[in-house]
């Protein structure tokens, strides 16, 4: 099993930028695929970004692609997010996941662990 603790979030305006993390626990993080999904307020879960448990394939939603950066350091069992030129419907609450598995997918229901979520608000 692996926990997933992630941290970042927060107040920013229009454009501006921010990188959420999400750190593991275990020592076989290197065996998970890992994502990034959101959910609005009132809306369903989305995907955002996933990768693939070498690093070497990324995933983007379409309202991600060229803004939003996903990447992982196995040494640090950490998986991270950039958020560049953020906007107002980027705000929600932002969970990282991972999946044991060998191929990577964007569907929510496939990943198995669960972060407990940290909030992102952009303002206009």
């Known amino acids: 099993q692996v926990q997933l603790v992630e941290s970042g979030g927060g107040l920013v305006q229009g454009g501006g930028s921010l990188r959420l993390s999400c750190a593991a626990s275990g020592r076989t993080f290197s065996s998970y695929v890992m994502g990034w999904f959101r959910q609005a307020q009132g809306k369903e879960r989305e995907f955002v970004a996933a990768i693939s448990r070498s690093g070497i394939s990324t995933y983007y939603a379409d309202s991600a692609k060229g803004r939003f950066t996903i990447s992982r350091d196995d040494a640090k069992n950490t998986v991270y997010l950039q958020m560049n030129s953020l906007k107002p419907e980027d705000t929600a609450v932002y969970y990282c996941?991972?999946?044991?598995?060998?191929?990577?997918?964007?569907?929510?229901?496939?990943?198995?662990?669960w972060g407990q979520g940290t909030q992102v608000t952009v303002s206009s």
């Open positions: 996941a991972g999946r044991r598995a060998d191929w990577t997918t964007i569907q929510v229901d496939r990943y198995d662990y």
